[in-house]
Nanobody
Framework: QVQLVESGGGLVQAGDSLRLSCAAS????????MGWFRQAPGKERDFVAH????????FYADSVKGRFTISRDNAKNTVYLQMNSLIPEDTAVYYC??????????????????WGQGTQVTVSS
């Protein structure tokens, strides 16, 4: 499995921006599609964004569409989540996840095979 390490979380004010990074190691990064998820206290882990192995295809949850952008740099084995116009409802632990390119189907957490440890994002009002 690929190993994943997130970074870039922090405490920001509403309207600010943050960029999360997820560094991968252990397997060929371009063999994996990547996703970002988030989990607020007492809630389930929710899908945020997904990017194909090449970066040519992306998909977003409605709650972040137009504000967040997922991207990847296969030369650096890294996937990013640019978060703009943050709101308090974006407060959560953010996780990156990987799944092999041949996996199909929806973007539920069960469809991803490797997970990072998470990074906290807190947005104050």
């Amino acid at each position: 499995q690929v190993q994943l390490v997130e970074s870039g979380g922090g405490l920001v004010q509403a309207g600010d921006s943050l960029r999360l990074s997820c560094a991968a190691s252990g397997r060929t990064f371009s063999n994996y599609a990547m996703g970002w998820f988030r989990q607020a206290p007492g809630k389930e882990r929710d899908f945020v964004a997904h990017i194909s192995w090449s970066g040519g295809s992306t998909f977003y949850a409605d709650s972040v569409k137009g504000r967040f952008t997922i991207s990847r740099d296969n030369a650096k084995n890294t996937v990013y989540l640019q978060m703009n116009s943050l709101i308090p409802e974006d407060t959560a632990v953010y996780y990156c996840a990987a799944r092999p390119v041949w996996y199909t189907g929806d973007y539920s957490p069960s469809r991803y095979v490797s997970w990072g440890q998470g990074t906290q994002v807190t947005v104050s009002s």
